[in-house]
T-cell receptor, first 113, second 114 residues
Framework: DAGITQSPRHKVTETGTPVTLRCHQT?????MYWYRQDPGHGLRLIHYSYGVKDTDKGEVSDGYSVSRSKTEDFLLTLESATSSQTSVYFC????????????FGSGTRLTVV | DAKTTQPNSMESNEEEPVHLPCNHSTISGTDYIHWYRQLPSQGPEYVIH???SNVNNRMASLAIAEDRKSSTLILHRATLRDAAVYYC???????????????FGKGTLLTVNP
C-alpha cells in the first residue's frame, strides 16, 4: 500500500543463516509492527515498536529480533533461520491516534530450506 | 485482550447486501471495534472502525449494538472483489502508548457467488 514498503518481497535462505527483513514507511507514523501468517494460525504479532528505539515483544518473538533506529525503518532479523520460520511476514504501521486504521505492507514470503 | 467471535464462513450473492456479525461480550469501555479484510495473496486492509456510534465510509457500514457487546459489518452491495477473510478486532487504546496492538483471530471467510 502507499506509504509502506517491504523488502525483499521473496527470499529463499538456508537453515542457520541470518536474515533481515526491512519495513520502510513514509507516513511518519509512530507505531510499527511485524506479523507472520501461517496456514491454520492466522496473523500473529512478532514484535512491535512504539517509537524510535522503543520496541516490545509480541506473542511469537522467540528467534526474532528487531531494531528501529529511525522513524521510517523497522528491521526484523532472524538470527539463525529455521524451517519453522518459513512464513509470510507482514509489516504494519499506525498513527498514535485511533482516527485511522493500520496500514499493512504487501508482505515478504520467506522460505527457509 | 478482549476476544471476538465470528462465524468461520459466510456466503453471499453478488449485488446483494452482506451482514457480517461479530460478538465481543467482554469489550471494555476503551476498546475500539476494528474491521479488516484480507484478499487472497495480499496483506490485510483496513475497512472501518468505531467506538459507540454507527459508522459509514465508502467501503462499508459498521453497526454497533447499544450495549457494544456485538457489531455488524455491512457491505451494501457485494461484488466478487469483496470475497476475502474479514477480521473483527478490538483495539484497546486506554492503556497508554505501548499498548496499541491488534490481535487477529481466524476471521470470517466470505464467498461471493456470481
Amino acid at each position: 500500500d502507499a506509504g509502506i514498503t517491504q523488502s525483499p518481497r521473496h527470499k529463499v535462505t538456508e537453515t542457520g543463516t541470518p536474515v533481515t527483513l526491512r519495513c520502510h514507511q513514509t507516513e511518519n507514523h509512530r507505531y510499527m509492527y511485524w506479523y507472520r501468517q501461517d496456514p491454520g494460525h492466522g496473523l500473529r504479532l512478532i514484535h512491535y515498536s512504539y517509537g524510535v528505539k522503543d520496541t516490545d515483544k509480541g506473542e511469537v518473538s522467540d528467534g526474532y529480533s528487531v531494531s528501529r533506529s529511525k522513524t521510517e525503518d523497522f528491521l526484523l532479523t532472524l538470527e539463525s533461520a529455521t524451517s519453522s520460520q518459513t512464513s509470510v511476514y507482514f509489516c504494519a504501521i499506525s498513527a498514535i491516534r485511533d482516527r485511522v486504521g493500520y496500514t499493512f505492507g504487501s508482505g515478504t514470503r520467506l522460505t527457509v530450506v | 485482550d478482549a476476544k471476538t467471535t465470528q462465524p468461520n464462513s459466510m456466503e453471499s450473492n453478488e449485488e446483494e447486501p452482506v451482514h457480517l456479525p461479530c460478538n465481543h461480550s467482554t469489550i471494555s469501555g476503551t476498546d475500539y471495534i476494528h474491521w479488516y479484510r484480507q484478499l487472497p495473496s495480499q496483506g490485510p486492509e483496513y475497512v472501518i472502525h468505531g467506538l459507540t456510534s454507527n459508522v459509514n465510509n465508502r467501503m462499508a457500514s459498521l453497526a454497533i449494538a447499544e450495549d457494544r457487546k456485538s457489531s455488524t459489518l455491512i457491505l451494501h452491495r457485494a461484488t466478487l472483489r469483496d470475497a476475502a477473510v474479514y477480521y473483527c478486532i478490538l483495539r484497546d487504546v486506554g492503556s497508554g502508548g505501548s499498548n496499541y496492538k491488534l490481535t487477529f483471530g481466524k476471521g470470517t471467510l466470505l464467498t461471493v457467488n456470481p
